[in-house]
């Protein structure tokens, strides 16, 4: 599962990224590292915001289906 499909409210854990180079440094260095647990805050057709180690963030729909969670 993805997590842009997970509903607004629910907790999961991040098992898995699909993405490479400066964008992959860059979300390791927001926090969204395997095995993270993550907060979906709110979602809409462009993507979503998410609570992560305490901080907001806002990711778009083509990085929130290249997270893999559970």
Known sequence: MTLHQIEKGCTCKIVSCNITGKTRAKLDS???VKGESITVLSSNF???IVEVKGSR???GKQIADAL???
Do not use: D, M, P, S
């Open 57 to 59: 963030l806002a990711l």
């Open 46 to 48: 462009a993507g979503l």
């Open 30 to 32: 927001l926090g969204l």
């Open 68 to 70: 893999e969670v559970i």
